[in-house]
């Protein structure tokens, strides 16, 4: 009896378990209840719409109360446009404004409510930064392209320039150079002949007396070498083409390069006079005399070390002029009586017999030397 009086009755117990998951059933409930709510985003009073870039663009505003201020917070936040670059364009009636307001306090729900068309004009920060970029851009090439501009304005023109001579020079000329591409190294005649073109002599001379070739080129001395005469130039139909003998008899090199240029003298003056008179020698001698004055490079040294020049061909070809006219040609180096080409005075060379007696020539010299160096020990 006694332990009976120390127990509580089971139906006590289990009212005190069933007060207790009640108590805690209630609070569970309330406690998800509070987080479900502290989860989900409060509703907007009221959605204000803005066009910008003449899209529309929706702004969610949480109090009634909202004003143009806020408008203005807003905008920087969720458009990233600094209230620096805001501006609100408001119609009808209420007109521009941009921060800072002069009033504030302005209720966007009263702009709402009157139905107003808001513009907003402004340029995010990433615009801006590219415009800036592109401002920045854009001067740096107007620096550079000023700075081109006034370095082209120092450089001044050279008034001690000839612009007379520049022209005579351009006009008259050699207005065409051209080798025998069929003969052995036609690159070397092309130097030679440009070199005689360029001949400072040569040039103040042409501008001088109006001289213009329509062609300079070079002959073969196969062609205008008989037994009798070799040719030393032509000019033909009175300018229109100069041929130059530049090669020896035997293709084995250049002549002596003042030679050349005094046979050119004689050419030019075949411009003004066909006939070998007292007029044309007059000229002649008047224009050799002019190149050689005018020769400010000390005349005749040679490109190429010995490039156009032969000393064993020194002075063959220094032999009387006896001239010559032959179907529109001027015919330098034909002796009296005898005229080379298609005439038929004066059989020409073959290439062998060129080559032979250029040979013989040359040891003929070569015995002359040795004897004249025999003499000079005895």
Known sequence: MA????LKPAADILAGLEDIDVGDGHSHASNTSDMEDEDHDPAPAFE???LLHNEPVSLPFYHASATIQDLSDTVAEDLHIPPANQKF???PKTGLL???FKDPSLSLKTLLDEKKKIVLMGATTIEVQELESDIEERKARLGRRRAALQAGRKVKANTNRDWKKVQDEARYTFHTIRPLPYLPNPEKSQRFLER????????ASMRKHGFSVGLLTEMNPAEHTTHESRTLGLNRNRGEVIELRLRTDAYDGYRDYKVIRKTLCHELAHNVWGDHDRNFWNLCKEIEQEVEKNDWRSGGHSVGKEEFYNSQD????EEADGGGWEGGEYVLGATAGSVTGSSGFGEPLSRREIMARAAEERMRKQDEAKRAKDAATQ
């Open 3 to 6: 332990n009976a009086t120390h």
């Open 48 to 50: 204000l719409t803005v």
């Open 89 to 91: 364009l408001i119609t």
């Open 98 to 100: 941009k921060p800072p």
């Open 196 to 203: 005689m073109a360029n001949d400072a002599g040569i040039k």
């Open 314 to 317: 020194e002075g063959e070809d």
